[in-house]
């Protein structure tokens, strides 16, 4: 079984001021990785996805994430965020070879402040 | 190219009533998966409907029944309503490729409140 842990339910940042958001996972089997973005009112959306390769990934609105098989983590960044990035963050997970049943994390409330 | 659409938007139901969610997949997509997100929680798998058959369930009573129709939509019913039920149902579509990945596109959500 998985389970995907996001280790903070809020993130408060300033417009233009850096952002992570921690991800880590746990799982007995390979898995692949994912962050979705929900703006209020409407379903999820894919920022990005691991699949395999170059552990660094890149994704939509200037987001990346890396993969660190060692700390089963999947953190999220952006160098510099805008008021339109204010929305919920979900970190989640789905087997390799698998009906590609998503595991999400609880979620993580990024807040970007003027 | 219309995207994956869900009905009804919002739905008031009272305990012990049953309810049907309906969704849409899109376009080119054959495969229908089923989410409950609850008030400030990440969604939870309910199950998976390809080819008109249950193919994955996640841990969710028997209260929760699914269908696909030739046309690859699918409708979520559940039956003797609990407040509990009381979420955010979020259909995914995909297409079943050769390959394992497939990526699942959102609906908007069917919000529930259980009275």
């Known amino acids: 079984a998985q389970s995907v842990t996001q280790l903070d339910s809020q993130v408060p940042v300033f417009e233009e001021a850096p952002v992570e958001l921690r991800c880590n996972y746990s799982?007995?089997?390979?898995?692949?990785l994912f962050w979705y973005v929900q703006y209020p009112n409407q379903g999820l959306q894919l920022l990005l996805k691991?699949?395999?390769?170059?552990?660094l990934v890149k994704g939509i609105n200037g987001f990346e994430a890396e993969f660190n098989k060692s700390q089963t983590s999947f953190h999220l960044r952006k160098p510099s965020v805008h008021i339109s990035d204010t929305a919920e963050y979900f970190c989640?997970?789905?087997?390799?070879?698998?009906?590609?049943?998503?595991?999400f994390g609880a979620g993580t409330r990024l807040a970007v402040h003027p | 190219d219309a995207g994956v659409t869900q009905s009804p938007t919002h739905l008031i139901k009272t305990r012990g009533q049953q309810v049907t969610l309906r969704c849409s997949p899109k376009s080119g997509h054959d495969t229908v998966s089923w989410y409950q997100q609850a008030l400030g929680q990440g969604p939870q798998f309910i199950f998976q409907y390809y080819e008109e058959e249950e193919r994955q369930r996640g841990n969710f009573p028997d209260r929760f029944s699914g269908h696909q129709f030739p046309n690859y939509s699918s409708e979520l019913n559940v039956n003797a309503l609990l407040l509990g039920d009381s979420a955010l149902y979020l259909c995914?579509?995909?297409?079943?490729?050769?390959?394992?990945?497939?990526?699942?596109?959102f609906g908007p959500g069917t919000r529930l409140t259980v009275l």
């Open positions: 691991y699949l395999s390769g170059s552990t």
């Open positions: 799982s007995s089997v390979s898995v692949y």
């Open positions: 989640a997970v789905s087997e390799t070879g698998g009906y590609n049943k998503l595991i």
């Open positions: 995914a579509s995909s297409f079943l490729a050769g390959s394992s990945y497939n990526e699942q596109f």
